[in-house]
């Protein structure tokens, strides 16, 4: 085919075409390789869906290292934002090791 030959109109329809039969092709593939996943879990067992399931993560909450000494119930585990009492003691230059626990 020489391309140079086609008019505006014939090689934008042209394009128009290639882009349907890529879309077409891709399609094709996503499907087939849909089936072969579903095949292999089928094959040990399981959904797809149960597979891509993401297991719960355990969350640990991290150990308090600086005690409020005003109130005792309000701690810090050194991580994230500082809370107000700790700002406070800043100010005061109060040293962060005279609030470890």
Known sequence: MELEKLSKDDLKKLQSDVD???KSVESCRKDEARAAIEAVAKEHGFTVEELMQSAPRKSTKSA????????PAQTWTGRGRKPGWILAAIDEDVELTTLEI
Request: charged share 35%; proline share 9%; no cysteine.
């Open 20 to 22: 349907k039969a890529l």
């Open 64 to 71: 308090a290292k600086y005690r409020n000494p005003e109130n």
